[in-house]
C-alpha cells in the first residue's frame, strides 16, 4: 500500500495575499519549442555557453541587477514593488532578526537558543515545521518508501545538454531550482526544463542567504524570480529552495504571502564542495555511494528522501550522470518532488499537471505531453491560493512594460 500523503493537508490554511497570475508572458507552456542552434544541442561547453540573442527581450531597467540582491537596479524604489510591499500587512511578519555573517563568510549562530528554536531557523535546527499555522511548512522528504526525490539546484547552467539529454532519455523528471538571474541569462535552459517536464521551482534571484536579509530583500529575491520564470516559461512556481537552506519563520512567512511553499532536503551529496578544502571528489562520490546503499540495506524500507545536488557546473552534473543509473537499481523508485509530494499543480497556471505517485508508478504517467498535461494525475496538493480582498492589480502594470 502507497503512502498518498497529501502535504495541502499541513499547509491549507495559509492564503495567498498577493495574485502573481499577471506576471507576463510569451510563452505557451503547453507548446514549447526550442531553437536549432549549437547551444541548445552541443555537447562543447564553449559552445553551448557562448551568448546567443533569445525571443526574450530584457529591459535591463525593470529587473534587478545580474547575480545581485534583488532589490538593487533600483528595483525597491519602482512602482510595481512599492504596491506589491504595501499589498502586504506587515504587522503579522514573525519578530525574528535579521542574522548576520561572521568573517569567514558563514551565517553567525552565536547567541541563538537552538533548543527553544523559537524561529524555527533551519541553519541552526533544521526544523521544517513553523511555529504559526499561517505559514506554509516545508517539504523536507518523499514519504513514499524506497523513493529517492531528485534535485538538482542553481540553475538553468548553460552547458546542461548532456545531463538534461540523459534524463530525457530514461523518460525522467527531476525538480529543477533555478535561480532567478540564470533563468534570463539562459532562458533557452530554462525552457528546456519545463518541456522535458521536470517540476521548477525558485532558487531565489541571487543565491544569497535569506535570514541574512531584510524583509524588502526577501520579498524582492522570490518575486523576481518567480516573474523571470513566468515570463520565459509560461508558468509561475509556487515552490523555492533557498540558499544554503537558510530560512526561518519571517522568510517562511514572507514567501507564504506569495503563496509559495519552500523545499528542503533530507540528503545532500555536497557535490559543488568538491575541490574546495577538506572535500575531495572521492568524498562525494563515497557519499553518492553511501545514499544509494540506503536503498537497498533497509534505510528506506518506511519512507523516501529527498537529495541535493546540483546543476552548478559539470562536475557536479558529472557526478549526477555518473551515479544515475545506480540510483536506478538501488530504489525502487526515483521521481520529482511534485510526483512524490502529490503535487498535481505546482504553478499557479492550472494548464500543466504532475502525475499523483500511485499513477506515475502505474507507468500511466509519462513526461509532459504536447497538451502539458501529464497522464495519470488525479490528485492535487496545491497550497489554498484563495487572493484576499488586499490584492492590488496596480502590482502588475508597469510589468508590461516589457512589451
Known sequence: MKYQFIWATIISSAAA??????????????????????????????????????????????????????????????????????????TKVP????????????????????????????SASQCVTPKRADINADVYTCNEPETWGLTYDDGPNCSHNALYDMLQKNNQRASMFYIGSNVLNWPYGALRGLRDGHHL???????????????????????????????????????????????DDRVRWIATQLGMTAVLWTLDTFDWAAGTPGTTVDNVNQKYKDYIAMGTNGSMSTHGNIVLSHE??????????EHYPEIKAAYKH???VATCANISHPYIEQSITYPS?????????????????????THSAAINLAPSAAIIAAVFASAFSLF
Open 201 to 247: 521551482c525558485g532558487h531565489t534571484w541571487s543565491h544569497a542567504k535569506m535570514t541574512t536579509l531584510s524583509n524588502q530583500e526577501v520579498l524582492a529575491e522570490l518575486y523576481y524570480t518567480a516573474k523571470a520564470i513566468k515570463y520565459v516559461t509560461g508558468v509561475t512556481p509556487l515552490y523555492w529552495r533557498p540558499a544554503q537552506g537558510d530560512l
Open 95 to 122: 519578530n525574528a532578526p535579521v542574522r548576520t555573517m561572521t568573517p569567514d563568510g558563514t551565517i553567525n549562530l552565536v547567541g541563538y537558543d537552538n533548543k527553544a528554536d523559537p524561529d524555527c531557523w533551519w
Open 334 to 336: 526515483v521521481t520529482d
Open 312 to 321: 552548478i557546473n559539470n562536475m557536479t552534473m558529472s557526478f549526477a550522470m
Open 17 to 90: 495575499a498577493i495574485d502573481l497570475s499577471k506576471f507576463p508572458t510569451k510563452t505557451d507552456p503547453t507548446h514549447i519549442t526550442l531553437p536549432n542552434i549549437p547551444q541548445t544541442s552541443s555537447y562543447d561547453v564553449a559552445t553551448e555557453c557562448q551568448h546567443y540573442q533569445s525571443d526574450f527581450i530584457v529591459d535591463s531597467t525593470q529587473w534587478p541587477g545580474n547575480w545581485q540582491i534583488a532589490t538593487s537596479n533600483g528595483m525597491n524604489t519602482s512602482q510595481e514593488f512599492i504596491n506589491l510591499y504595501n499589498s502586504i500587512d506587515w
Open 357 to 377: 505517485f500511485e499513477a506515475s508508478i502505474s507507468k500511466n504517467a509519462s513526461t509532459a505531453t504536447g497538451s502539458g498535461v501529464v497522464p495519470g494525475a
